[in-house]
């Protein structure tokens, strides 16, 4: 079966430090894995996908199928970077998505 | 980008009432939507996936006659909270898959539903 792991429940940063948000899955199959956040009082959105490659307000993740992480890193933390962030791995062609148990990012000034 | 509507947005029942909760995918179709329950600070728990034209598949724990869910088109997921009980209070969230280059889920704007 399916799982995604955030070890982490909280992580407080200062401004300007440096990012990681560790995510690790397990699924015999391809994995496709994303990264969605939530801003206080907002829904759930996309911040980035693994197969796009893509930096998204400075964030990036890369996909490690040897150590089985999709961890989330940025480079200098900011103050609009506080927010839940959900690592998600989606199977069965589109069927299912499992969501791990989100990590709060704090950023302080 | 794609939007998907979750209403109400709140409500409140009396005990031992039933709540539908509607989930559409305004501007794209979706084959399947999952039902996600989430305590407060805590993360998302997959209550089920809804197959249009199928059975619901539920999670290991969730009572499917309590939580029922209709999936009749490619555009309407609904989940009935029947004979609710003040521990069903929660908030509730619907996400559909837009499959495609892109596959990427959708997350309605969430039901605060409290039950009194």
């Known amino acids: 079966a399916q799982r995604v792991t955030q070890p982490e429940k909280l992580l407080s940063v200062f401004k300007g430090a440096p990012v990681e948000l560790k995510c690790n899955y397990s699924?015999?199959?391809?994995?496709?894995l994303f990264w969605y956040v939530q801003y206080s009082r907002q829904r759930l959105q996309l911040l980035l996908r693994?197969?796009s490659r893509e930096s998204i307000k400075g964030f990036t993740a890369d996909l490690n199928k040897g150590e089985t992480s999709f961890h989330l890193k940025k480079p200098f933390a900011q103050e609009e970077d506080s927010a839940m962030y959900y690592c998600?791995?989606?199977?069965?062609?589109?069927?299912?998505?499992?969501f791990g148990t989100g990590t709060q990012l704090k950023v302080e000034l | 980008g794609a939007v998907v509507s979750q209403h109400p947005s709140r409500v409140i029942c009396k005990s031992g009432t039933s709540v539908k909760i509607e989930c559409r995918s305004l501007?794209?179709?979706?084959?399947?939507m999952f039902w996600y329950r989430q305590f407060p600070k805590q993360s998302l728990m997959l209550m089920a996936t809804?197959?249009?034209?199928?059975?619901?598949?539920?999670e290991q724990g969730v009572e499917k006659d309590k939580f029922l869910i209709n999936h009749a088109s490619l555009t309407l997921s609904t989940l009935t909270v029947t004979s609710a009980h003040p521990e069903d209070s929660s908030f509730y969230i619907c996400?559909?898959?837009?499959?495609?280059?892109?596959?990427?889920?959708?997350f309605g704007q969430g039901t605060r539903l409290t039950v009194v």
């Open positions: 501007d794209f179709q979706a084959t399947t």
């Open positions: 809804s197959n249009e034209g199928s059975k619901a598949t539920y």
């Open positions: 693994h197969i």
């Open positions: 998600a791995l989606l199977t069965g062609g589109g069927n299912k998505l499992t």
């Open positions: 699924y015999s199959g391809s994995p496709e």
């Open positions: 996400s559909a898959i837009r499959t495609g280059v892109n596959t990427e889920a959708f």
